[in-house]
């Protein structure tokens, strides 16, 4: 890894400044350089749909249905939480987000995405950040090989931690479950390493993966 693009990356992640990035006023936990990614993807791909694994205040669900619908007015945004209590209002006002509560693991959650693409067909975005347990992680993406298809992206986020490079020691999480999904299902997704590498660093390496 280049050593100035992981100088900044440690310091993006341990100064914190990413509990401060907030997305028209709401808390969005994420590298900004991400979300610029993410809007690349997005206006490649044009999805009919995008399904996020964790909500918590809602400022990435927001983002990805501002941004979404500037490309496909269409859109739908599926955002998956064990809890929606700290959601800001202005997500709610959004009614091109679906709030959908329950753990991101539960078989309900694949039947709930299967009719949303039957309701909406065409390319998905989807965007792992719930439970960062490996455990956890792993159960997501294999439910996610029933529900996705062809072309689809997926976006595993904080397998950066573990120490790939923050959070040394912090125990196995999404970076070693992608590890060990791609060990088990190598033929399920081509790893997009150009769009990972393109801003130096990122919250999800090895993390974009898109769909055969
Ligand atoms: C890192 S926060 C999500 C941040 C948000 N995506 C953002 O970018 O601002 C993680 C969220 O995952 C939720 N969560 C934890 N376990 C979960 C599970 N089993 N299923 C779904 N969500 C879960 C937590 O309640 C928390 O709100």
């Avoid at 669900?61 to 959601?87: C, M, Q, W, Y």
């Avoid at 078989?107 to 709930?112: N, S, V």
């Avoid at 996610?144 to 573990?162: A, C, F, H, M, P």
């Avoid at 999904?181 to 393109?198: G, L, W």
């Amino acid at each position: 890894m280049n050593k100035e693009a992981e100088a900044y990356h440690q310091w993006y992640y341990n100064s914190e400044v990413w509990h401060d990035v907030k997305y028209m006023g709401v808390p969005c936990y994420k590298s900004v350089a991400d979300m610029w990614n993410y809007q690349e993807v997005l206006a490649e791909l044009k999805p009919a749909l995008i399904v996020e694994f964790g909500t918590r205040f809602g400022g990435s669900a927001l983002f990805f249905s501002v941004t979404g619908r500037a490309i496909n007015p269409d859109l739908k945004v599926v955002s998956v939480d064990i809890s929606h209590e700290d959601v800001f209002p202005e997500v709610l006002l959004d009614s091109a987000i679906q709030l959908v509560t329950g753990s991101s693991s539960d078989p309900q959650i694949a039947l709930r995405i299967e009719k949303m693409r039957a309701l909406y067909p065409g390319p998905v975005f989807f965007i792992l950040d719930s439970d960062h347990s490996k455990s956890h992680v792993l159960a997501e993406l294999e439910l996610l090989r029933r529900v996705t298809k062809s072309g689809d992206y997926v976006v595993v986020e904080d397998s950066n931690i573990n120490g790939h490079p923050v959070l040394p020691g912090w125990g196995e999480g999404p970076y070693e479950a992608i590890q060990e999904y791609m060990a088990q299902y190598p033929d399920d997704y081509v790893t997009d390493s150009a769009r990972e590498q393109k801003f130096g660093f990122t919250f999800a390496p090895s993390g974009f993966l898109i769909k055969r």
